[in-house]
């Protein structure tokens, strides 16, 4: 039998704290979404200015980050026109993101899930998701 790690609450708990934190420096209001390697939310939080529709993209950038093990920036530099990925944001009812700022997470390699935020510039989106890996793997 294999015995892999899991994100646990007290793990997201601490990812949404860190990220906060750095959508504070950079002084933007982030929609924060955290899943485990199925994609499934575990956490959301949504800062006072952060944009009302980006609640939506922030889930969906965890959801694509953690399930399928890919930044969404990754996805997004390979689903132009004629590039190998074209249509996948069409794919599973659009929920498949192809901004920058959902990124996976692993322990060990293993995937363990993912996080995306949203309401900032996709860079700033992706900082702020970092941010939140960072504190995770720091706590390791």
Known sequence: MKTV?????EDAKLMIQAAEKKAQEIEVDMDIAIVDD???LLMFQRMDNARITSITIAIDKAFTA???RK???AYGEVSGPGSPA???N???QGRFMIFAG?????IDEHPVGGIGCSSGSPDQDEVVAQAGIEALMASI
């Open 38 to 40: 199925g994609g499934n």
């Open 66 to 68: 953690g399930a399928a």
């Open 102 to 106: 959902g990124l996976p997470i692993f």
């Open 86 to 88: 074209f249509g996948i």
């Open 71 to 73: 930044s969404t920036r």
């Open 5 to 9: 790690p899991r994100l646990t609450l």
């Open 90 to 92: 069409s794919s599973i």
